[in-house]
């Protein structure tokens, strides 16, 4: 499965406050490279909005509601584009009204009866690959050891 990423918002993520527009990253076609002093919000953005998009959790190990914005403590959102299967996607997922919203060229797919069960449809049927498959592959393309070892 391809998964060719096209942009992330995010408003009131961590460290990034309300306005949804001005935290915004465009993916461009090829390699991007972000390079920024530690602890200026690149885990943040590249790894951790991206794993709540697709999967409502965060990347590393903190609790799903320390991903809210502790100033503003409501309306997290995070708006991730997405192209697989020769498709366009967009995932907007939030807190603080709960939010959990998949569509596909522009048209919202019907909810399933559970968000487990969404979640399940949007990992099978358009990603193609589970959370654990997705750390391994960030993991390995980062060669870092502060991971689960692929092979576990």
Do not use: W
Not at 1 to 25: C, P
């Amino acid at each position: 499965m391809f998964i060719e990423l096209k942009s992330i918002k995010v408003q009131n993520f961590l460290s990034y406050g309300k306005n949804l527009e001005h935290n915004s990253f465009e993916f461009k076609n090829g390699l991007d490279l972000v390079t920024a002093t530690n602890g200026s919000g690149k885990s943040a953005i590249f790894l951790d909005s991206i794993n709540y998009a697709l999967f409502g959790k965060p990347f590393r190990k903190i609790k799903l509601q320390s991903l809210q914005n502790n100033i503003n403590s409501k309306e997290l959102l995070v708006n991730l584009e997405f192209k697989a299967n020769d498709r366009d996607y967009k995932i907007i997922r939030g807190m603080n009204p709960s939010i959990f919203e998949i569509y596909e060229e522009g048209v919202l797919l019907p909810e399933e009866s559970t968000i487990k069960s969404y979640q399940s449809m949007l990992e099978e049927n358009i990603l193609g690959i589970s959370e654990d498959i997705f750390r391994s592959l960030i993991a390995l393309s980062s060669g870092s050891n502060s991971s689960k070892c692929f092979l576990d």
